[in-house]
């Protein structure tokens, strides 16, 4: 069920919803393959450059076709 709530936490469509970089480090997942050592991360904001975009519906399907042109040869 960890696997279940970490994807949950982490597929938020919305950025100020998702689970941080750091919460997702720490969740209880990872428990077993974290190291001895104390683990101190600070992590960096990551924006993504869709993020700031005005996200309609006509946005949207052109940012999905261009990105499926990218991987369709």
Do not use: C, W
């Amino acid at each position: 069920m960890e696997a279940v709530d970490f994807l949950q936490k982490t597929l938020v469509f919305n950025p100020f919803f998702r689970m941080t970089l750091t919460d997702a480090i720490n969740h209880p997942l990872f428990k077993d393959v974290k190291g001895s050592k104390s683990e101190n991360f600070q992590g960096v904001p990551i924006e993504l450059e869709f993020e700031g975009m005005n996200l309609d519906t006509d946005t949207l399907r052109s940012l999905f076709l261009k990105e499926i042109q990218h991987y369709h040869h």
